[in-house]
């Protein structure tokens, strides 16, 4: 079974993160297909825009598969091209706009994929959250940087060190979300949203994302700083005895024990 799916629905490609059994939680395999399919459409002319969606209706994206990186079975990116980031996605600038089609839970890594997006639909069955402080991690993948870029510092706060989620309803609140609507409409009117952008001028459409998103040679400059310091966080817990807890603790299914250190 392929796990990312590509879809050409005219000047729309649908790109499918396709392991439902898991909730579409990302292993390296996944990264490396995801991708590889961005690299694809970014380098077809024909294509103005790219959703982004999970299998299944119970999740967009659990974040990273964590029972596979307990195991030593990789991480959730490619290895020939780690500067893409989480699922081959958050870091991976290609220049035509990405809209995520939210159709479940979007926890960590899946939050993530949804403010490395453009634009957002959510289903109303839909959550947010960044859990990662549950399991002895930090949100490296783009939560750090980019939430407070999206919604107000202190409702980004909460987000980040509760580790609890958030509904659809009030994602669509503080502003994450463009629009959420009833499931069966998610994917359809992500859709709509690409062929709406597609009616438009395709350099107008590119130099106008560019500059929202401080885009200079493909890097968002405005991040930097961010991505820093999201690395060097990242980099004091690989180390961390919490790390290694808190995988293992999900893979057993058991409360942790923290040492703190």
């Known amino acids: 079974m392929d796990v990312a799916l590509l879809d050409r629905q005219g000047p729309v490609a649908v790109v499918t993160l396709n392991r439902p059994e898991v909730r579409n939680a990302v292993n390296t395999e996944m990264a490396v297909a995801v991708g590889r399919i961005l690299e694809e459409v970014a380098n077809d002319r024909e294509i103005r825009a790219v959703v982004i969606t999970g299998a299944g209706d119970k999740s967009f994206c659990a974040g990273a598969d964590l029972k596979a990186i307990a195991n030593g079975a990789g991480k959730p990116l490619d290895p020939e091209h780690p500067e893409w980031g989480f699922a081959g996605v958050v870091r991976h ?83 994450l979300v463009n629009e959420v609507v009833e499931p069966e409409e998610v994917l359809p009117t992500a859709i709509r ?55 293992r603790a999900f893979a057993e299914k058991r409360a942790p024990q923290w040492q703190g250190a």
Request: charged share 20%; proline share 4%.
């Open 93 to 175: 600038e290609i220049d035509k706009p990405l809209i995520a089609a939210v159709n479940g839970f979007a926890l960590g890594g899946g939050t993530e994929i949804a403010l490395a997006s453009d634009l957002v639909v959510a289903s109303t069955t839909a959550t947010f959250g960044l859990p990662e402080v549950k399991r002895g991690i930090v949100a490296g993948a783009g939560g750090l940087v980019r939430l407070k870029q999206q919604i107000p510092l202190k409702v980004a706060m909460r987000l980040t060190l509760t580790g609890e989620p958030m509904s659809a309803a009030e994602a669509g609140r503080w502003g």
């Open 193 to 247: 949203l690409g062929e709406c952008i597609a009616q438009n001028a395709p350099v107008a459409v590119r130099w106008s994302r560019r500059v929202l998103l401080e885009l200079a040679d493909g890097v968002r400059v405005g991040e930097q700083v961010g991505w820093r310091l999201s690395g060097e966080a990242s980099s004091v817990i690989r180390a961390s005895a919490d790390l290694l807890e808190g995988t």
